[in-house]
Nanobody, 115 residues
Framework: QVQLVESGGGLVQAGGSLRLSCAAS????????MGWYRQAPGKQRELVAV???????TYADSVKGRFTISRDNAKNTVYLQMNSLKPEDTAVYYC?????????WGQGTQVTVSS
């Protein structure tokens, strides 16, 4: 079982930056992928960015060029650097880890971007 704890959310003005962190604990050996999803009010949860073992990274089109995902394997931590934030980035951001057939989720952290 993998436990995930997010931090770094908050309130920021449009154009500002935030950095989210997600620390994994528990059975972290052989985690295949770690990433970030978000869910805005009244909308479905959507992929923001994911990094897969071997270094392959995928971003949602809406965040390309603004967000950067990185992973520190030694610390079992994944980060999401968010720049040039827009009001439409407002959502609860969830960390995700995939290990074999098991998917784990964090509790979520709120990101609010004011116009």
């Amino acid at each position: 079982q993998v436990q995930l704890v997010e931090s770094g959310g908050g309130l920021v003005q449009a154009g500002g930056s935030l950095r989210l962190s997600c620390a994994a604990s528990g059975s972290t050996f052989n985690i295949n992928a770690m990433g970030w999803y978000r869910q805005a009010p009244g909308k479905q949860r959507e992929l923001v960015a994911v990094v897969i073992n071997g270094g392959r990274i995928t971003y949602a089109d809406s965040v390309k060029g603004r967000f950067t995902i990185s992973r520190d394997n030694a610390k079992n931590t994944v980060y999401l650097q968010m720049n040039s934030l827009k009001p439409e980035d407002t959502a609860v951001y969830y960390c995700n880890a995939v290990k074999g057939w098991t998917t784990s989720w964090g509790q979520g952290t709120q990101v609010t971007v004011s116009s």
